[in-house]
Each structure stands twice: as C-alpha cells, then as structure tokens.
C-alpha cells in the first residue's frame, strides 16, 4: 500500500519552531487524507491535524494558530509547520494516511518522529 518516513523532528526551547515532513512511497494514487498524530508518554495517540484530498483541514484545539499542515501532492508530502511551541507538544509525532484501495479503506503510520520542547 503506502510507506511512510518521517522527518525534521527534535530538540526545541519553548516558542521556537520545527518543520516535520513525511514522505509517501507506493500506492500513493490511492491516498485521501494525511495528517499527524501524537503520542506523549503515558497518554493516548491524538490526531493534531489531517488534511483531506478535498483541501477539508482539521486541527486539534490544542495547536490551533500555532501548527499548520500542508500537502505537497506531486512529492507526494506531508508537512507540519509548528511554530509556539510549548513543553506539553513534547511527544512522538506519527504520519497517518487514509486511501482507498480495491475498494477498501485502510491507514497506513510512520514510524514517529521525537519532539522535545524544553521550558
């Protein structure tokens, strides 16, 4: 289906900025929305933004004004620009993409990317 790598995560002081892309590899024609995840320790994997085929955004209240998810569909990316930052976005950040295949839906993760915010 679709393989997804992650990059660009990393140790930031509080208010800085991180940039986070995640390439798509193979069925990549049958992608819908991308979007990414996080997961701090000790709590649930969250959904902190997706953007849909259709341009259809959706961000967590947690990061509204401060992240931003674009999509490059001919590179076939995934970026999260996150400007703010606060200690508590400190948390493995996943790729996540949704397609449609053989008339099938599935999701397909990243392996996850650090993001360390220090106070």
């Known amino acids: 289906q679709v393989q997804l790598v992650e990059s660009g995560g990393g140790l930031v002081q509080a208010g800085g900025s991180l940039r986070l892309s995640c390439a798509a590899s193979?069925?990549?024609?049958?992608?819908?929305?991308m979007g990414w995840y996080r997961q701090a320790p000790g709590k649930q994997r969250e959904l902190v933004a997706r953007k849909s085929s259709d341009g259809a955004t959706y961000y967590a209240d947690s990061v509204k004004g401060r992240f931003t998810i674009t999509r490059d569909n001919a590179k076939n990316r995934v970026y999260l620009q996150m400007n703010s930052l606060k200690p508590e976005d400190t948390a493995v950040y996943y790729c996540n993409v949704i397609g449609l295949a053989a008339g099938l839906w599935y999701d397909s993760w990243g392996q996850g990317t650090q993001v360390t915010v220090s106070s």
């Open positions: 193979g069925s990549t024609f049958s992608i819908n929305t």
